[in-house]
């Protein structure tokens, strides 16, 4: 089974920038196909961002283009979601997912394999 690790929440204010980490484990983290989700209580886990397992291709939902950047470094089993311009509407708690076949439908939860245990990101105005 892979463990993924989370860090990198906080509180912070609008405007200003947060960098998410999630740490795997295991020696097969260089082919999957990682994500970022972000869930609100009462509400569906919603996609932020995805990578292939290359790193040569990404995702991102509309609200997050032109702001937020996913990026992994294989070498260290490390997937980062650098967030700058950080809105109130941010404001969620983050997971990592790891899928390891993958999937066209990469923006829906239940492909993926295995979470992180999630990192809360407060957004203050």
């Known amino acids: 089974q892979v463990q993924l690790v989370e860090s990198g929440g906080g509180l912070v204010q609008a405007g200003a920038s947060l960098r998410l980490s999630c740490a795997a484990s295991g020696r097969t983290f260089g082919s999957y196909f990682m994500a970022w989700f972000r869930q609100l209580p009462g509400k569906e886990r919603e996609f932020v961002a995805g990578?292939?397992?290359?790193?040569?291709?990404?995702f991102y939902t509309d609200s997050v283009k032109g702001r937020f950047t996913i990026y992994r470094d294989n070498a260290k089993s490390t997937v980062y979601l650098q967030m700058n311009s950080l809105k109130p509407e941010d404001m969620a708690a983050y997971y990592c997912a790891a899928d390891v076949v993958g999937s066209y439908a990469y923006t829906q939860p239940n492909v993926y394999d295995y979470w992180g245990q999630g990192t809360q990101v407060i957004v203050s105005s």
């Open positions: 990578i292939h397992w290359n790193g040569e291709h990404t």
